[in-house]
């Protein structure tokens, strides 16, 4: 099994621009999540998801958009790029579970930049 | 709203010796606690995950304990090395959300 990946691992975009982020699972996992990441700094929730078709808000969503067509997939979209975007983005997955009972897998991040 | 905080200030430690990391929340305990490492240039890697009703769960060299009357979770390494340098973080679940904490960074010397 491959986890969760992540492409691309690195990305420059210039204000204003947009970009999809890419994230696949290969476990089978119905929930999936995308956190950010600032220097020092904890993991931020941005949006996540519980199925296929399902998607809700977490702590930054502002600027984001996220769809969920299969169960593999969960691409972020960053629409109008801002210099307050650049972060490390991780996407995580889990099996379903009660109260934080199942641990998230994570993938290595793409590490964007916004000039 | 939910806050979950770790110390900021990186743990020195010498090779051989016991870490021992702090993460402290507010509000609701939750039902479970999560502990994860993050290597440079890496997502986290789950670890531990302590049970609301369990005072103390072990793997390994890795000892977390949960204390629900304090609002806090302690986690313990023993007998470091310095491949256990890394960045440590706590996370607490609101539904199917976790939360984490700004993570503890652990450098163990020879």
Redesign the interface.
Known sequence: NAGVTQTPKFRILKIGQSMTLQCTQDMNHNYMYWYRQDPGMGLKLIYYSVGAGITDKGEVPNGYNVSRSTTEDFPLRLELAAPSQTSVYFCASSPPGQGGSSPLHFGNGTRLTVT | SQKIE?N?EALNIQEGKTATLTCNYTNYS?????W?RQDP??????LL?IRENEKEKRKERLKVTFDTTLKQSLFHITASQPADSATY?C?????????????TRVLVKP
Do not use: C, D, E, I
């Open positions: 770790q900021s939750p039902a479970y606690l999560q994860y240039g890496r997502g986290p890697v789950f995950l973080l996370a607490k679940a609101a539904g199917n959300k976790l939360t984490f904490g700004g993570g």
